[in-house]
């Protein structure tokens, strides 16, 4: 990168860091609960983690008598390293001009509230674009973790980063399950017995069992409509309250029959985020694999991980830091140009990987989610 110049719109620090203090990370998108935000101060993380294993109990001692000693066991330990994620826009030279153009109207009639908010949106609507598309990619980060257990690199989410090797989180093979009856079987499928068998796998590990189980719309949509669960839940009810038991499943009915039998608690994602090819066309993609049921012990199925990244020394441009990331305003003349950018160190990672589950709904083995 070259010389950066100051902004040509007239902008300072204090208004920037405003603008994106105002930006609440994560609003409507899943990863906000799902992978919280965790500073590191290393860009190597190395995660130990030491509530896998059930709680062992305090023993009952004598007055005036040691308390006995406990073993310290290290489990569930990976290596994990911090990458850097970026998204920039520029206002070209007509852009510019307009802006110019447009400060002169508001100049010369001040009432003009329409062209005075005009120019404000102008000089602000590239800090939102790059807040929004940093927050995008985070959701596909940390959503395709959440849903496969690993990140795999595809060309449709991560364009030239295809290639990049997977990010493989550890978990054991026998916590990846296939559906009994793949889900869209209507008839003979029963994605609560799935759910069920979940469960007992951590079980016999003699691990915290999964207490949720997070599934895309599409899978509960499945869900709902079989035969198999409908019957339960409609049961359920009718020997609960005597309700009329004729109407559609829905989330509150089922996820009170999960309690009544001590099942995970269903939680529903259905999030979509644009992502926008080289050239230029945008689409929007599920980050969350829609076959996937990942069961939980806690809503929260990990953290992203991040730290700052340093401030560029002798520019005139302004930085900010916002909640994981830099925003960086900055100008050139040759061309004319005006360029928002915003960068992250950052890195969405597992937690409680041994009492996960992940269930393909659609395949009778886990075949890698597909």
């Given at each position: 990168m070259g010389q950066m110049n100051a902004p040509l719109f007239e902008l300072d620090k204090p208004s920037v860091q405003a603008e994106v203090n105002s930006y609440k990370p994560g609003l409507g998108l899943a990863w906000a609960t799902l992978f919280p935000l965790k500073y590191t101060a290393k860009f190597d993380l190395k995660t130990i983690e030491g509530n896998d294993g059930l709680p062992i109990s305090a023993d009952r001692v004598a007055f005036n008598t040691r308390?006995?000693?406990?073993?310290?066991?290290?489990?569930?330990?990976?290596n994990l390293q911090l990458g850097k994620i970026a998204v920039s826009r520029d206002k070209d030279e007509m852009e510019i001009n307009d802006y110019n153009d447009l400060k002169v109207i508001a100049a010369a009639n001040t009432e003009d509230k329409a062209a005075a908010q005009e120019l404000?949106?102008?000089?602000?609507?590239d800090v939102k674009f790059v807040n929004t598309a940093m927050d995008a990619r985070v959701e596909i980060e940390a959503l395709t973790i959440g849903s496969l257990g690993k990140r795999v690199?595809?060309?449709?989410?991560?364009?030239?980063?295809?290639?990049?090797?997977?990010?493989?989180?550890?978990?054991?093979?026998?916590?990846f399950l296939g559906a009994t009856v793949k889900w869209d079987n209507l008839t003979t499928a029963d994605g609560i017995e799935d759910i069920k068998k979940g469960v007992k796998?951590?079980?016999k590990q003699g691990l915290p069992k999964p207490r949720y189980a997070i599934m895309e719309q599409k899978a509960f949509d499945l869900l709902c409509s079989q035969q198999k669960v409908i019957k339960k839940v409609a049961s359920a009810l009718v020997k609960a309250a005597g309700l009329d038991a004729s109407g559609d499943v829905t989330l509150a009915t089922?996820?009170?029959?999960?309690a009544t039998h001590g099942l995970p608690?269903?939680?529903?994602?259905?999030?979509?985020v644009i992502v926008e090819g080289k050239d230029g066309s945008q689409e929007y993609v599920k980050?969350?694999?829609?076959?996937?049921?990942?069961?939980?012990?806690?809503?929260?199925?990990?953290?992203?991980y991040w730290k700052p990244v340093p401030m560029v020394q002798n520019t005139d441009a302004v930085q900010v830091y916002g909640p994981y990331y830099k925003t960086t305003i900055y100008s050139d003349v040759n061309p004319m140009v005006e360029t928002t950018m915003a960068e992250a160190y950052m890195q969405p990672g597992l937690t409680n990987r041994k009492s996960m589950v992940f269930i393909n709904a659609m395949n009778t083995t886990w075949n890698d989610g597909e």
């Amino acid at each position: 990168m070259g010389q950066m110049n100051a902004p040509l719109f007239e902008l300072d620090k204090p208004s920037v860091q405003a603008e994106v203090n105002s930006y609440k990370p994560g609003l409507g998108l899943a990863w906000a609960t799902l992978f919280p935000l965790k500073y590191t101060a290393k860009f190597d993380l190395k995660t130990i983690e030491g509530n896998d294993g059930l709680p062992i109990s305090a023993d009952r001692v004598a007055f005036n008598t040691r308390a006995p000693k406990k073993t310290r066991k290290k489990v569930g330990s990976f290596n994990l390293q911090l990458g850097k994620i970026a998204v920039s826009r520029d206002k070209d030279e007509m852009e510019i001009n307009d802006y110019n153009d447009l400060k002169v109207i508001a100049a010369a009639n001040t009432e003009d509230k329409a062209a005075a908010q005009e120019l404000v949106n102008i000089v602000y609507d590239d800090v939102k674009f790059v807040n929004t598309a940093m927050d995008a990619r985070v959701e596909i980060e940390a959503l395709t973790i959440g849903s496969l257990g690993k990140r795999v690199f595809s060309t449709k989410l991560d364009g030239d980063m295809a290639e990049s090797e997977e990010i493989n989180f550890n978990i054991p093979e026998t916590n990846f399950l296939g559906a009994t009856v793949k889900w869209d079987n209507l008839t003979t499928a029963d994605g609560i017995e799935d759910i069920k068998k979940g469960v007992k796998v951590v079980q016999k590990q003699g691990l915290p069992k999964p207490r949720y189980a997070i599934m895309e719309q599409k899978a509960f949509d499945l869900l709902c409509s079989q035969q198999k669960v409908i019957k339960k839940v409609a049961s359920a009810l009718v020997k609960a309250a005597g309700l009329d038991a004729s109407g559609d499943v829905t989330l509150a009915t089922i996820n009170a029959y999960m309690a009544t039998h001590g099942l995970p608690t269903i939680l529903v994602i259905d999030s979509s985020v644009i992502v926008e090819g080289k050239d230029g066309s945008q689409e929007y993609v599920k980050a969350w694999n829609e076959n996937s049921v990942v069961l939980s012990v806690e809503p929260r199925l990990g953290y992203t991980y991040w730290k700052p990244v340093p401030m560029v020394q002798n520019t005139d441009a302004v930085q900010v830091y916002g909640p994981y990331y830099k925003t960086t305003i900055y100008s050139d003349v040759n061309p004319m140009v005006e360029t928002t950018m915003a960068e992250a160190y950052m890195q969405p990672g597992l937690t409680n990987r041994k009492s996960m589950v992940f269930i393909n709904a659609m395949n009778t083995t886990w075949n890698d989610g597909e």
